[in-house]
T-cell receptor, first 115, second 114 residues
Framework: DAGVTQSPTHLIKTRGQQVTLRCSPK?????VSWYQQALGQGPQFIFQ???????QRGNFPDRFSGHQFPNYSSELNVNALLLGDSALYLC??????????????FGAGSRLTVL | GEDVEQSLFLSVREGDSSVINCTYT??????LYWYKQEPGAGLQLLTY?????DMKQDQRLTVLLNKKDKHLSLRIADTQTGDSAIYFC??????????????FGKGTKLSVKP
């Protein structure tokens, strides 16, 4: 089982550019959540996708958008990049039908640097 | 203020016990989690506890929950140098798969000296 895989692992962009990050969930998982982890901080929830729809959203501007595909994989898009968008972006997958603890499995993340 | 608070640093000697503390503010939290993050890596789930439990033990890990004081702790017995990492406390509100939003603390950096 490959677990959650994310790409790319590292990337550098300049202010104003756009970026797309990709995530493949763990086998058997159908729900994908995205988190932003700034340096020295805990992860912050961006949004969650299930059945190709955004189900929940954290306190992030509309510049952050996403997509989920029929195979459950997901993309995170960030437009008009700001210096403050520099962070580790973590993807986490889970199973919607799991009640209870609904444990999230995290990927290793994509580290975005905005210059 | 922060929903979840943790002390930022903890240093222990190899073989000692480590205790990492966390406080949270929302009494409606249903589950509380401990995650471990090693340098350059994602988050690894260590353990979790349901809010109606007081304690959970899993090998070297013991989680204590004081719901009245909204205090959670993680004890690592016989701490090893491989335990050096950042430990995150997280709370989750609500039930079911749709409630995937975890609220994390800033993390406690554990340093284990040989």
């Amino acid at each position: 089982d490959a677990g959650v895989t994310q790409s790319p692992t590292h990337l550098i962009k300049t202010r104003g550019q756009q970026v797309t990050l990709r995530c493949s969930p763990k086998s058997g998982h159908d729900t994908v959540s995205w988190y932003q982890q700034a340096l020295g901080q805990g992860p912050q929830f961006i949004f969650q996708y299930y059945e190709e729809e955004e189900r929940q959203r954290g306190n992030f501007p509309d510049r952050f958008s996403g997509h989920q595909f029929p195979n459950y994989s997901s993309e995170l898009n960030v437009n008009a990049l700001l210096l403050g968008d520099s962070a580790l972006y973590l993807c986490a997958s889970s199973r919607q039908e799991d009640s209870g603890a609904n444990v999230l499995t995290f990927g290793a993340g994509s580290r975005l640097t905005v210059l | 203020g922060e929903d979840v608070e943790q002390s930022l640093f903890l240093s222990v000697r190899e073989g000692d016990s480590s205790v990492i503390n966390c406080t949270y503010t929302d009494s409606s939290s249903t589950y509380l989690y401990w995650y471990k993050q090693e340098p350059g890596a994602g988050l690894q789930l260590l353990t979790y506890i349901f809010s109606n439990m007081d304690m959970k033990q899993d090998q070297r890990l013991t989680v204590l929950l004081n719901k009245k004081d909204k205090h959670l702790s993680l004890r690592i017995a016989d701490t090893q140098t491989g335990d050096s990492a950042i430990y995150f406390c997280a709370e989750r509100k609500g039930y079911g798969g749709s409630q995937g939003n975890l609220i994390f603390g800033k993390g406690t950096k554990l340093s284990v000296k040989p």
